[in-house]
DNA sequence: TTCCAGGCAATAC
DNA sequence: GTATTGCATGGA
């Protein structure tokens, strides 16, 4: 489906590289053109993660944002970095219990302290890069944080399918409304170079346009896929 | 006040 | 396999 490869040019053209994923202590390149806050994002450079600590942050960051707007997900990250508990080891070794409070702002909290306990487990018997399938068995991943997990946190071309690219692409007429995740994440991967990069901006760039324009409520005054969009 | 946010697991058919 | 429900905070 070339609409697809179209799509991505209109919004790259429009919104410029989105610089995800995002991390906590970088400044985040200056990018007006995006909405928010830019802390931690790092528009047209791809070489994060570059540690082990960042990929674990990524991780966490992953599970914290489940049905989660971002900046709440901010606050519980630095709660946890500031009582030294954003390292797989640290947060392995801590009481759930003293997980808790830090993520609150996140919401979930109960179920998300375990999720993170359960990624420790997986981080800690890691070795190398892990298969999706490995991912998708850690208790609190699902498809679609599975999939960030391995385009943001490992590099791998894995297509990111969230609730955002379904309103949208239903909306434009080329996903039907009760289309599964495979089916979705197997049309963009059919259409797309298997890229890394093309993957993460996409995704990136269609959270950027359904928060600018394609809301639950649609604002479709000045959407620059008002030509092409079927809604 | 109500709706919504970068879902997931458990449960019921 | 598909549909429903509970989980929770905080901003708009």
Known sequence: MDEIRKIYSILYDSYGPQGWWPLLGL????????????????????????????????????????????????????????????????????????????????????????YLKELTSFFINLRGVPRRDDVLGIKGVGDETADSIMLYAFGQASFVVDAYTHRIFTRMGLVEKDAKYLEIKKMFEDALATDVELYQEYHALIVEHAKRHCKTKPECEGCVLKEICKY
Not at 62 to 70: G, I, Y
């Open 27 to 114: 400044k985040g390149g200056v990018n007006p053109t995006k909405t928010g806050s830019v802390n931690g994002y790092h528009p047209g450079d791809y070489s994060y993660p570059r540690n082990s600590a960042e990929r674990f942050e990524i991780c966490c960051g992953a599970v914290l944002t489940q049905n989660t707007s971002w900046p709440q997900v901010e606050k519980a990250l630095l709660a946890l970095k500031d009582e030294g508990l954003l390292s797989s080891t640290a947060m392995h070794y801590s009481d759930v219990e003293k997980i808790k409070p830090r993520i609150k702002p996140a919401g979930y909290f109960n179920q998300k302290a375990q």
